[in-house]
């Protein structure tokens, strides 16, 4: 049995008058595995991708992703080269509403949009009135990241 032990895990630590007895390596590794597991539910995790815009807009046609974990945050940009491109949009967990960044590109009449969220477990959902505005521009490459 080992005489001494680490002060933060309580891992065993022998002298050479000690004896060794298989349950103390058996201690040590069933409290490595639970330091281990509880550092991994810790870590932020991150998931990312991207989708094709459909065309639609409005609140009776939302977007939603459906994460692996409880995003906190989520981040949406435009794939274009196009002038009316819209900036990066940020969702913050626990937000519902901003107004959209589009860039007006040679469009005057650009006005800012509502966009409206919602928080649901791992899915994030949204709308605005125009599928640009909602990021879902018919045959446009979106690109997300989430961080939970």
Known sequence: MAS??????????????????????????????QALLELKAALPKFQSGSYVGTGTGGAGTPNS????????????????????????????????????????????????????????GNTFSWYATYATYQFNRKDTTYHYMAIG
């Open 4 to 33: 001494n032990h680490t002060p933060a895990y309580g891992l065993n630590q022998w002298s050479l008058d000690d004896n060794f007895v298989m349950e103390d390596f058996n201690t040590d590794n069933r409290n490595i595995e």
């Open 65 to 120: 992703l459906t994460f692996d974990f409880e995003p906190k945050l989520v981040i949406l940009v435009q794939e274009t080269k196009q002038s009316d491109n819209m900036a990066p949009t940020v969702c913050i967990r626990g937000m519902t509403q901003m107004v959209s960044a589009g860039d007006p590109g040679n469009y005057p009449e650009f006005r800012p949009e509502p966009f409206y969220m919602s928080w649901d």
